[in-house]
């Protein structure tokens, strides 16, 4: 009897373990009869955020999902937060096979992605807001510990002069294998004046701003530092692409660069990133500013940059230390550097390549070490760049080289900050890059410039949107033959990918 009471009372004592359920939403769904089963979905993906609990998955079907009943906003429909071991998802069934998108103006608080809670994975969706000057960011990520894989943010029509595309103010958020296209005032950004984010990840991510309306400081991606003080710090910049922008306006204050870190940003990492054949105001990579301090850059590439005669790959102002430049690659940019620092620099290893001058400031670099300037000349050769019996392309290459090595991804996939690999050189080919083909579908979509924005044209079928003389070519393929590079065999076909990256890693 004493057995079968222990037995009892052990049972109404152990928590109850919640199935983790999955429910459906499809174009041919119904809110009213529908049961939320991939044989009976609902219509609408709010119909089936209100029926998720924590941990639970939300699988939406192809095609497009129009108006704010189908936003994943958390000020508008309640969103559970998951928890470490257990995320909340919310996923195209097919990655980039859904598009959401508005059918009119929209409220200032109507993002389409917004994300107050914790622990939550969105996953392959395609976020196309046209024609709506608010809210300022497609996508608005205030919560912490939270995934966006494998989504597309785009842009079309008049924009708030403070808008652009994604917006993280939360953390230990992961962006990866993302994209930005269109207006945009800063496409991807972290960090404002008063906020304290912090342990952000931005991985293999691709921006393009195509035209802006904005008056205000731009960019591509920007950590926007704290005013007082050094809060805003520890991002990652992992694989991201800057290619093919154009500048907006420049009569108050310009575009700053692909990258720019205004104010106070510190501990901000870029690695094996690069700007290529894109117009600035300043610099491909604008990174440090007032106290902004232990910036690091590690085989990243400025290419091809243009705007003004006083445009540099790499540009860094005020007194705040260290400034760290190891195997970067910086060519056929008018200036090289603009250190305009006194604070402490570091140059390692690094290539610079038929560029106007070297530093555009009077200030110097603190410590020098193995590396190469071939000064303003271009190297005849054919085949890939080379200078000097020196290697320019950041592909195929020896890695002890100066300069830039892009080969492989850096970062374990859907690794947050702290978790094992995160930060890690790994041996996963980089190339070709994937899902390259949705980049050239979305890219080349036509979105011509309202009144009012510079420029005034723009050719979407642009650079590696471009038909190459035997018929459309990849990301892979463009990026390889600015450096006279022939792509490998391997890397023409794109690889296989899962058809979902699982949300949560297993913890040691």
């Excluded at 004493?2 to 119904?30: F, I, M, N």
Aim: net charge negative; with cysteine.
């Amino acid at each position: 009897m004493k057995h079968w009471l222990s037995v009892l009372l052990c049972g109404l004592l152990l928590p109850v373990l919640a199935v983790a359920a999955e429910y459906h939403v499809a174009t041919d769904g119904s809110d009213l009869f529908g049961d939320g089963s991939s044989g009976s979905p609902w219509k609408t993906i709010s119909r089936g955020l209100a029926e998720l609990q924590a941990g639970d998955t939300l699988i939406i079907g192809p095609g497009e999902y129009a108006g704010t009943a189908n936003f994943i906003n958390s000020r508008l429909y309640r969103i559970p937060a998951g928890s470490r071991g257990r995320y909340t998802v919310i996923r195209a069934a097919r990655p980039f096979s859904v598009r959401i998108t508005n059918r009119q103006p929209l409220r200032y608080h109507d993002n389409m992605l917004y994300l107050d809670g914790d622990y939550i994975h969105v996953d392959g969706i395609v976020f196309d807001m046209v024609d709506s000057p608010y809210p300022e960011y497609n996508a608005d990520i205030t919560g912490s510990y939270n995934k966006i894989t494998r989504c597309l943010f785009r842009r079309a029509g008049d924009v708030n002069e403070y808008g652009g595309w994604l917006a993280v103010t939360g953390n230990y958020n992961l962006i990866e294998d993302s994209a930005g296209v269109g207006a945009a005032r800063y496409g991807f950004v972290m960090g404002g004046p008063d906020s304290t984010s912090h342990r952000n990840i931005f991985r293999r991510c691709v921006g393009r701003v195509d035209y802006s309306n904005s008056n205000q400081p731009k960019a591509t991606f920007a950590v926007y530092g704290n005013n007082q003080t050094l809060d805003v710090r520890d991002a990652l910049f992992q694989n991201c692409l800057v290619v093919d922008g154009q500048a907006g306006p420049s009569s108050s204050e310009p575009t700053y660069g692909a990258w720019y870190f205004p104010k106070n940003a510190a501990n901000i990492t870029l690695q094996g990133s690069m700007v290529l054949n894109t117009e600035v105001g300043y610099a491909g990579y604008f990174i440090k500013e007032q106290q902004g301090e232990n910036i690091r850059m590690a085989n990243c590439v400025a290419w091809n940059l243009s705007g003004n005669p006083y445009v540099a790959g790499i540009r860094g102002n005020g007194p705040g230390s260290p400034l760290v430049l190891e195997h970067v690659t910086v060519g056929r940019c008018p200036l090289a550097l603009y250190l305009d620092s006194s604070g402490e620099t570091r140059l390692l290893d690094s290539l610079f390549y038929a560029n106007g001058a070297f530093n555009g400031s009077d200030y110097g670099i603190s410590l020098e070490k193995n590396n190469h300037v071939a000064g303003g000349r271009e190297a005849a050769s054919a085949g890939p760049l080379q200078v000097d019996g020196i290697k320019v392309s950041p592909f195929l290459r020896e890695p002890a080289l100066p300069g830039a090595t892009v080969m492989f991804r850096y970062g374990r996939s859907g690794t947050l900050w702290g978790e094992p690999g995160y930060d890690e050189l790994t041996r996963e080919p980089l190339w070709p890059w994937a899902w390259e083909h949705v980049l050239r579908r979305e890219f080349a979509r036509r979105n011509d410039p309202p009144t009012g924005n510079v420029p005034q044209r723009n050719d979407t079928g642009r650079g590696f949107c471009s038909a190459a003389p035997g018929g459309p070519q990849s990301l892979t393929e463009y990026l390889f033959g600015i450096f006279g590079e022939t792509v490998p065999p391997a890397y023409l076909a794109a690889p296989a990918a899962p058809e979902f990256l699982a949300a949560t890693l297993e913890q040691d």
